[in-house]
């Protein structure tokens, strides 16, 4: 019944292979395009009618479908087979559906490139590993995916290769690309250990045998060292993925890549797999509430310092990456609480405005003919209507101003994290408040007030309908995305209004919730109106703020007044907690130093490679000596001779 | 017979090399290759034949040969030896190609040197005698003396000095080993008329019913673990494999990494742990310690080397590393592992070397600054070298992962080991390795071009297609698909580890009943 789940990674599979091996000789960009688009539309499709299927049959138990033994030694064996649950299913249609809005808006935005195939067939390999990290039956190959996606990520960040990219010790966008894939490796390294773990302690790497064996033996494992350890290491793994701290370093410089990469990568897809990694460990999370408080904690921190860092960059697609790390932050503080719905509610959100926004930074830039600095834009809404709408209305669903999408999943965050974790909450709301803030200040400062570019040189100008009329898309989805999970205080008022995604993942979360419902505690109902009206009171609170300083002054002074007042903050806010910075002086200095002058000049050059020629000098030295006695005189040997056999008879007498 | 003909149709080849001209260089390299490609398609045939069902010797011959110490002609494979020699016998007739165009003197001797350098490698994967082994594992240094001596490049005097010297202290004291083990199991425990066998399953089925004191076995174990562990090489065994990778011509750098180095490897399987398994275990955590330092050390080390080809190099060390600890966690996770990592390091350090040679020809230069944005102008290329740059660094779905991930779960879950941290640390390597050679992609083919002459390279012939399709072919095939290999060596290492387990049982009941028995005198 589930069988046609192979044809969701198939699909983007063929259209890579012919993108790729063939691609060169389709000199019709549409036609290429269409290839691309195409095949993603129809795992599209295929994932919703398997939705269907799957809501009217009332799956409880996950359906696998094996595909074949990819390989196996001793009692190891691992194969490619997928799963088709709730889970993967929801992953799968937000990747399918949003991939297929980019790959449309591609079509325009890359027009006119030289690698224009080259550019489809990553974009389409991107995809089929990123489905393989989420219909994975089993944990080796969604570290294929998550690999895979690294490998996409890295090809796309480096995609224009021969530019420049502006970046602590970053010249070219290369840099970037390796930065990425090498800081993400760090976090594999934790995933790999996790999976040798996970297999010497269960036997098997296949997802729902290990949930099953963990509740079975529940009192063992719980808050036993082994789940904590492979917990946190498969955690390690989601930080690098997914940017939180430490790990965070390289999604803002991942920017070096296309736009609509941006958007659909490191933004709407990829940098999610953390949350799906966790959500589809839910069990094993449950059992170690030292981990999920970890995973709570980082992620909250990680939430309100990049949300602090928004607050002063200039570059549009720097304040959208920040804003990127920091709500990812919000969906790990959720799943640190133990609300996984939440937290996969807010991942569906953010995925909807957060591409309109990248592809709405796009079309600025598209438009702005490749200036990315607000400080250089301003009164764009003039010239680019379409761009402008849709990107103010993101922001409101980012902001989370009541009944777009973002004021439901950000307020369920923010509620279940009052339930668990006072410091979480506070955390939260702080970060919450600033990202109103720097959104805000993002859209008056490009759309809004004086036009501060060379006008004369070239105008601004719409981008063409096929990226309009995704940005539309993704609008309305930014709008209604919301109401697939209503919170039940509000469903009350409007027609019993069900949670319907709360419904969808009771078969996958039901039992870790289970483990978890002694740790929260009850909140009456006027309680959950208060901070509901709380959260929204601050939200408009930060954006009239904006408003005030950046579109009613129209020389920022207040603004200006207070980066005066604190120079060492806005500094430190500006370089971004001087986190790379760190990483170069402490990490990646030392240890190229070490290598280039111990490691290499000396204990390789001079003493392992200096003893074995210094035994050659020896042996050569004293080969030197013992030749003398080589003398070819008949004398010599007989006085030789005699002089040992006088040692020799001395011996024995003694 | 198809063993026999897959054997000595290189020798066959160059000892007909010997009557052509001189000055017939053409005739010299068509005919090699002819040769090689034939040898190719024999090996075919014993896959086809093979059966990965029997863990025994297959193929076998077994003529006597020199009475009076029990030596002779025996040769057969296992799953194993299969593998090893269908990876000689892909990679030659590559290598071969490739040396169309980068040897330009004394053309007949080079070819004839190439046939006998392979004649001596099936050799050593398919001899089943000690003697026989001894005769092809030294043979192989005459060849490639030579190749890296005459062919190579400035500093090649040195380079096959060092390789030579090293390579020659390891086999004596596997001679040595091989004479005392012949005399040992001969007379003490066969009793036969010489009074000494170089049988090697005679040998191996003496010591296993017979056993060996510990004492002994220790001394024979590292005679011959020396040998190996300098031709795999591993830390700190290693230095002359920077210098002769680097001096030798590219298909020399393509034979030694893609085949000589796994006759260690095969070697430590074949012989260290077969024949003793006791002083394996006992010596496996110093070994494996040794090789996940050198994980980390070949890591560190290639990460700042200046020469591409040195700094592939030393990747091979970091790689071996991997396999040399999957065949002491002893476990079938970890030998399987080792033997699919071998082939998988001779397809993708082999590719590695044959992509530098390529751009070597073109600009004669390896310094990774002369290069910098030829992503631009030579497009094909960059994608080649990416692949084989990914399969390095050990991604999945590309064969490297396979053969990493199967060395490092076998020495995370070995018992012999005993500790994770072997594989924990052996595991930082997949960070490193991203480090090293993703930096120097970045330095040699992104970018801008910096370097004038860089604006008119060619991208890449049809010949060089010829050689590279077919590694990427198996390269994807190996990491999409890997049990098409796996199985044909499954059941003869499933035979090994249950020895090796076998014989770890009566070691710890060995120890505890020792442990009972001073726990009595300790009551008396």
């Known amino acids: ?654 | 017979m198809e063993l026999l003909f897959t054997l000595f149709m290189p020798l066959l080849g160059a000892i007909l090399l010997l009557f052509v001209n001189r000055g017939a260089g053409v005739l010299a390299k068509t005919f090699a290759f002819i040769i090689s490609a034939i040898s190719f398609l024999l090996s075919l045939t014993l896959y086809m034949n093979f059966d990965h069902t029997n863990p025994d010797f297959q193929f076998v011959t077994n003529i006597p040969w020199i009475g009076s110490i029990d030596a002779g002609f025996r040769i057969g494979i296992d799953g194993m030896g299969l593998l090893m020699v269908m990876l000689t016998t892909f990679i030659t007739p590559i290598a071969l190609m490739c040396s169309f165009d980068s040897i330009k003197k004394r053309e007949k001797e080079y070819y004839i040197m190439v046939l006998l350098l392979q004649f001596a490698m099936t050799g050593v994967f398919i001899s089943t005698d000690l003697f026989l082994f001894y005769i092809f594992w030294e043979l192989i240094l005459i060849p490639m003396y030579f190749i890296i001596g005459i062919w190579g490049g400035k500093g090649r005097l040195y380079a096959t000095v060092k390789f030579f010297i090293f390579t020659v202290v390891g086999s004596l004291f596997m001679l040595v080993a091989i004479v005392w083990l012949g005399y040992y199991v001969g007379t003490d425990l066969l009793g036969n008329s010489a009074g000494f066998t170089t049988d090697f399953v005679k040998i191996r089925s003496a010591l296993e019913t017979a056993g060996m004191a510990y004492e002994v076995q220790k001394w024979i174990f590292w005679a011959f673990a020396i040998s190996f562990l300098i031709k795999v090489p591993l830390f700190p065994l290693h230095t002359w494999l920077p210098d002769a990778h680097t001096e030798a011509p590219t298909p020399g750098s393509v034979i030694l990494a893609g085949v000589l180095l796994k006759m260690g490897t095969y070697g430590l399987i074949r012989f260290n742990l077969d024949l003793f398994p006791e002083a394996a275990m006992a010596n496996a955590s110093i070994i494996s310690f040794l090789a996940v330092v050198g994980i980390v050390y070949g890591a560190i080390v290639a990460m700042v080397q200046t020469d591409i080809k040195k700094l592939v190099a030393y990747t091979s060390v970091s790689h071996l590393g991997f396999v040399v600890l999957g065949i002491f966690s002893m476990t079938n996770e970890g030998i399987q592992g080792a033997i699919i990592q071998s082939v998988n390091h001779g397809l993708s350090t082999g590719m590695l070397f044959l992509l530098i040679g390529f751009i070597y020809e073109r600009r004669h230069t390896r310094e990774i600054s002369d290069y910098g944005g030829i992503a631009r102008v030579m497009p094909a290329y960059t994608v080649f070298f990416g692949i084989a740059m990914f399969s390095s660094i050990g991604l999945p779905i590309l064969n490297g992962f396979v053969g990493e991930f199967l060395t490092l779960m076998g020495a995370f879950k070995s018992t012999v080991l005993n500790n994770h941290w072997y594989a924990i640390i052996g595991a930082t390597g997949v960070i490193f390795a991203a480090i090293y050679l993703l930096w120097m992609f970045q330095r040699v083919f992104l970018g801008t071009i910096t370097h004038e002459e860089n604006k008119s390279l060619k991208d890449i012939t049809k010949r060089e297609w010829a050689m590279l399709v077919p590694l990427v072919i198996f390269i994807v095939w190996l990491g999409v698909y890997p049990s098409t290999f796996l199985k044909l060596s499954d059941i003869s290492t499933d035979k090994l580890v249950k020895k090796i387990e076998r014989v770890e049982m009566k070691t710890n009941d060995n120890l505890s009943d020792k442990n009972l028995i001073e726990y009595q005198s300790e009551e008396n």
């Open chain 1, 1 to 654: 019944m589930y069988d046609s789940i192979l044809l969701v990674p198939l699909m983007p599979l063929i259209g890579f292979l012919i993108l790729s091996l063939a691609g060169s000789k389709i000199k019709n960009e549409k036609i290429v395009g269409i290839i691309g688009s195409s095949a993603i539309l129809i795992s599209f499709l295929v994932i919703v009618n398997l939705i269907f299927t799957a809501s009217s049959n009332h799956l409880e138990e996950p359906a696998i479908v094996k595909l074949y033994t990819w390989f196996s030694a001793g009692d190891f064996s691992v194969d490619i087979s997928y799963q088709v649950d709730q889970l993967s299913l929801f992953f799968g249609a937000i990747i399918t559906g949003v991939g297929f809005l980019i790959h449309v808006y591609s079509i325009g935005y890359m027009h006119g490139d030289r690698r224009f195939h080259q550019f489809f067939s990553y974009l389409n390999l991107f995809v089929f590993m990123m489905l393989n990290l989420v219909l994975a039956s089993n944990f080796l190959l969604t570290f294929l995916g998550w690999e895979g996606v690294g490998l996409a990520s890295y090809l796309l960040i480096g995609f224009w290769y021969d530019q420049k990219f502006q970046g602590f010790r970053i010249t070219w966008t290369g840099d970037a690309a390796n930065k990425a894939f090498i800081m993400n490796r760090v976090g594999d390294f934790g995933m790999l250990v996790a999976i040798f773990l996970t297999f010497t302690t269960f036997g098997t790497l296949e997802y729902s045998s290990i949930s099953d064996l963990a509740l079975a033996s529940k009192d063992i494992y719980y808050d036993s060292n082994m789940t904590l350890a492979i917990t946190l290491l498969i955690f390690l793994g989601c930080t690098g993925k997914s940017a939180q701290i430490p790990l965070a370093g390289w999604l803002p410089d991942a920017m070096a890549g296309p736009t609509s990469v941006s958007a659909l990568i490191h933004a709407a897809t990829m940098v999610t797999a953390g949350v799906f990694l966790i959500a589809r460990n839910n069990v094993l999370f449950a059992l170690s509430p030292d981990s999920l408080m970890t995973v709570g904690v980082v992620g909250a921190v990680t939430a309100i310092l990049a949300a602090s860092v928004g607050l002063v960059q200039n570059d549009i697609k720097k304040v959208l990456a920040y804003s990127t790390v920091s709500q990812l932050g919000f969906m790990f503080a959720a799943l640190g609480v133990g609300q996984f719905t939440a937290g996969l509610f807010h991942t569906m959100t953010h995925a909807f405005f957060k591409a309109c926004l990248f592809l709405g930074a796009g079309s600025v830039i598209h438009g702005m003919h490749h200036e990315q600095d607000i400080k250089k834009m301003g009164g764009l809404r003039k010239y680019m209507p379409h761009t402008f709408k849709t990107f103010y209305i993101a922001t409101l669903a980012i902001a989370g101003i009541p009944f777009f999408s973002g004021f439901f999943s950000k307020d369920e965050i923010l509620f279940t994290t009052y339930k668990g974790n006072y410091f979480i909450y506070t955390l939260l709301v702080i970060a919450a408040v600033f990202t109103a803030f720097y959104m805000f200040r993002l859209v008056y400062l490009t759309f809004y007030g004086k036009e501060r570019f060379d006008a004369a040189n070239h105008t601004p100008h719409e981008s063409p309908g096929t990226m309009t009329g995704v940005l539309w898309a993704l609008a309305g989805l930014s709008i209604l995305g919301g109401f697939l999970n209503v919170p039940h205080i509000i469903g009350h008022y409007i027609g019993n209004f069900p949670s319907l995604l709360h419904d969808w993942f009771h078969p996958v979360f039901g039992s870790a919730q289970k483990i978890l419902a002694h740790g929260e505690h009850s909140v009456p109902e006027y309680q959950e109106w208060l901070l509901m009206m709380f959260a929204t009171i601050l939200a408009v609170g930060s954006w009239q703020l904006a408003r005030a300083w950046y579109r009613s002054d129209e020389n920022w002074t207040p603004a200006r007044n207070l980066v005066a007042k604190f120079p060492v903050l806005y500094k430190t806010l500006w370089e971004k907690w001087y986190l790379d910075q760190g990483y170069f002086k402490f990490v990646v200095d030392p240890v190229i130093k070490s290598s280039r002058s111990f490691f290499w000049k000396i204990l390789d050059v001079s003493i392992i490679d200096g003893l074995v020629n210094g035994l050659g000098t020896v042996t050569k030295g004293l080969s030197g000596v013992v030749r003398r006695f080589q003398t070819g005189v008949v004398q010599a040997y007989a006085g030789l001779m005699i002089f040992g056999i006088i040692i020799i008879l001395y011996i024995m007498v003694k």
